[in-house]
């Protein structure tokens, strides 16, 4: 019994020693403040997508995802470069501070570059930790310039058939007459509102290009006017030109001046050659004089009478000279009469 006494005793005296010191030494108990594991950062990937689009620029949003874990990363800084792609040069740089980074997590950096809407870019990501470069990464983008304006975009397009079970352009033409050489066509243009709003106001512009010379031999201009959302709508209109030839229907679709849409169909007019798309199969005699436009007869000016020959103050001086000659030699012969 004293044994166990004992034994109980010097339990109780070992706890009252740990539980003052940890008392006394402050922070015994406590987990230190600072983390002082070593920060690891990774540039996961770089998503890029246009921003906005105008004439000229272009518009980038640059979103690049870091991973991290381990201690805090203190002071990080994503630098983004856009290179040309031809040149090598550095076309324009921006950076963005992101401060610091723990805990394990994933975190988006955002970012917009401008660049001419021209080529291609190498974009290049590098991030800084407390100014000491930790990750880099490589991006490209080509053929910038076929990003379409803001100002050039429609939802209305010429209506594609390829999925037609018989062959159908877009344009298509009949000939309502032929007189005097002149043959005149009327076209329908097929337009689809593509779009999940109407229309706005359109004009579609059709002319007749002759097939060998290019020569633009009639042209018309068209309201289209509102199209409802997923409607198709035929606009019609006629063109006038010299018969036996072949010639490309152009259309061009405006809104507010700009084009925004194109598409050509052939016309075949001449009796043995055809055109196909976009080919032509031999050239054909050209007659530039077929493609004259009547134009007004321009107003003469008034120009004061030319003088014919036997008219005028010349021709009766000469006379009235005769005249006294005449008269002198009449006068000496009847002198020598006498």
Do not use: K
């Amino acid at each position: 019994m004293r044994r166990e006494t004992l034994l109980t005793g010097g339990v109780v005296v070992v706890l009252l020693t740990m539980l003052i010191g940890a008392t006394a030494v402050p922070g015994a108990l406590s987990e230190p403040e600072d983390d002082v594991r070593e920060s690891y950062l990774d540039l996961r990937e770089t998503t890029i997508e246009p921003a906005s689009v105008d004439g000229q620029t272009v518009t980038l949003a640059i979103d690049a995802r870091l991973s991290h874990r381990g201690g805090p990363a203190e002071n990080v800084t994503v630098e983004t470069r856009a290179i040309d792609a031809d040149t090598g040069l550095v076309a324009t740089t921006t950076r963005r501070t992101v401060g610091e980074i723990d805990g394990e997590r994933e975190v988006s950096v955002r970012s917009n570059i401008t660049v001419e809407r021209a080529g291609g870019y190498r974009i290049d990501t590098i991030v800084y930790e407390d100014g000491d470069r930790v990750e880099t990464g490589q991006q490209s983008v080509q053929n910038v310039d076929a990003l379409t304006p803001a100002y050039a975009r429609s939802t209305v397009t010429f209506q594609r058939f390829e999925n037609a079970g018989v062959p159908l352009d877009s344009i298509t033409y009949r000939i309502d007459g032929v007189s005097d050489n002149q043959t005149t066509l009327n076209v329908s243009v097929y337009v689809t509102n593509a779009g999940n709003n109407p229309s706005n106001d359109l004009s579609l512009r059709l002319r007749a290009r002759q097939a060998n010379s290019n020569v633009i031999a009639d042209e018309s201009t068209v309201r289209v006017g509102q199209i409802r959302p997923g409607r198709t709508e035929i606009v019609r209109t006629q063109l006038t030109v010299p018969d036996d030839y072949n010639y490309w229907l152009d259309g061009m679709l405006l809104s507010d001046g700009v084009i925004v849409g194109t598409e050509s169909s052939p016309a075949n007019l001449h009796p043995t050659e055809r055109l196909q798309e976009n080919e032509t199969r031999q050239q054909v005699g050209f007659q530039s004089s077929d493609f004259e436009q009547d134009r007004p007869a321009e107003q003469e000016m008034d120009e004061p009478e030319q003088t014919m020959s036997g008219e005028g103050p010349g021709f009766t001086a000469l006379l009235g000279l005769i005249a006294v000659l005449a008269s002198v030699l009449l006068i000496a012969r009847r002198q020598t009469n006498e």
